[in-house]
């Protein structure tokens, strides 16, 4: 599998909150949330979620998901298309997406930190496909790709 190209990396790396949908067995519609991440050196987007949320039970039934990021500042959005599956919890990550989490806020961030101990999924989100489009007339891109 390829890489994600820089300015794709750079997107993802400098936003922390995404939107997901995920599709169930028992309704027509996605199911459509936010989640706050990390990325690593691969591109791979990590979040966290209860162990008996709808998400996971989505995702561990369904995992081909859908992510959205937007920086209206910037006017920037990113598609990405991809699998989700859960990874074993490592501290070191749970301390990024807390980080991630409470980075442009004084208080704690429900519902992610309303988690208790023992209660919590880590889920890895591997990119197949993404589009990213920046609408600044000074700073022009549109790239999209599978990988």
Do not use: C
């Amino acid at each position: 599998m390829g890489s994600l190209p820089g300015e794709v990396q750079k997107f993802l790396s400098g936003n922390n909150l995404a939107t997901i949908a995920t599709v169930s067995d028992d309704n027509d519609y996605p199911y459509v949330l936010p989640v706050f991440y990390v990325t690593d050196e691969s591109g791979s987007l990590y979040f966290a979620t209860h162990k008996d949320s709808k998400k996971l039970r989505n995702i561990l039934s369904h995992p081909h998901i859908g992510v959205a990021i937007t920086d209206p500042v910037n006017l920037m959005s990113l598609q990405l298309q991809g699998t989700a599956t859960v990874v074993p919890q490592k501290y070191e990550m749970i301390q990024e997406l807390l980080r991630a989490a409470n980075e442009r806020s004084e208080n704690s961030f429900p519902p992610f930190m309303k988690i208790e101990a023992g209660s919590m999924e880590i889920a890895a989100f591997t990119v197949h496909w993404y589009r990213l489009a920046s609408y600044s007339e000074k700073d022009a891109v549109f790239a999209e790709g599978t990988l």
